[in-house]
């Protein structure tokens, strides 16, 4: 088996700060993803990565930025913190081609 | 576009009474949809309960059913008898044929077992 490591588990900024998310995974998958999770909603894709160095945008990635420097290893940086999108962040990883994902246990980010 | 809808926020039902938790899907993009059920238990991260990648198919887990409807794009989760352990969010997912591609998740539904 295997885990999914997200940091910090909760992360508290400033209004217009830049914030940076962390999450490692020891699956070996190729597939990372980045989604964002709001009180009471779905979970919405905002950057996902399908092997080393690459990057794909999803539905929600105005605002965010992403970086995957390693195959275990997967950043979002958050540019300019806004008080509406506090919310649960959540990563996950699958086998490239497979549709099952993994997810992390989330990290909370509030924005003051 | 793509969606999911699972119309109950909260359900709370007592234990050893069944339970169906509602989820029907839309999609114009992907011809042959996988269906997941997703569950955060509290304090939990959020795992795979069952999947199922074939229309007409039932998937199956520590009690759980939800069969593949493709006529009424539906996939509703199922347990006959509920325990205090089965409290929990669910989510209801769609996803595509190739991997690597986000998955469409709906609202959740939160579950609530009373002794």
């Known amino acids: 088996g295997g885990i999914i490591t997200q940091t910090p588990k909760f992360l508290i900024g400033q209004e217009g700060q830049k914030l940076t998310l962390k999450c490692q995974q020891n699956?070996?998958?190729?597939?990372m993803y980045w989604y964002r999770q709001d009180s009471g909603k779905g979970l919405r894709l905002i950057y996902y990565?399908?092997?080393?160095?690459?990057?794909q945008k999803g539905d929600l990635s105005e605002g965010y930025d992403a970086s995957r420097e390693k195959k275990s290893s997967f950043s979002l940086t958050v540019t300019s913190a806004q008080k509406n999108e506090m919310a649960v962040f959540l990563c996950a990883s699958s086998i490239q081609g497979a549709i099952e994902q993994y997810f992390g246990p989330g990290t909370r980010l509030t924005v003051l | 576009g793509d969606s999911v809808t699972q119309t109950e926020g909260q359900v709370t039902v007592s234990e050893s009474k069944s339970l169906i938790i509602n989820c029907t899907y839309s999609t114009t993009s992907i011809a042959y949809p996988n269906l997941f059920w997703y569950v955060r238990y509290p304090g939990e991260g959020l795992q795979l309960l069952l999947k199922?990648?074939?229309?007409?198919q039932k998937g199956s887990s520590r009690g759980f059913e939800a069969t593949y409807n493709k006529e009424t794009t539906s996939f509703h989760l199922q347990k006959a008898s509920v325990q205090e352990s089965d409290s929990a969010v669910y989510y209801c997912a769609l996803g595509g044929r190739q991997g690597g591609r986000a998955l469409i998740f709906g609202t959740g539904t939160t579950v609530s077992v009373s002794p």
């Open positions: 990565s399908i092997t080393e160095n690459d990057l």
């Open positions: 699956f070996n998958h190729d597939t």
């Open positions: 199922v990648i074939t229309a007409g």
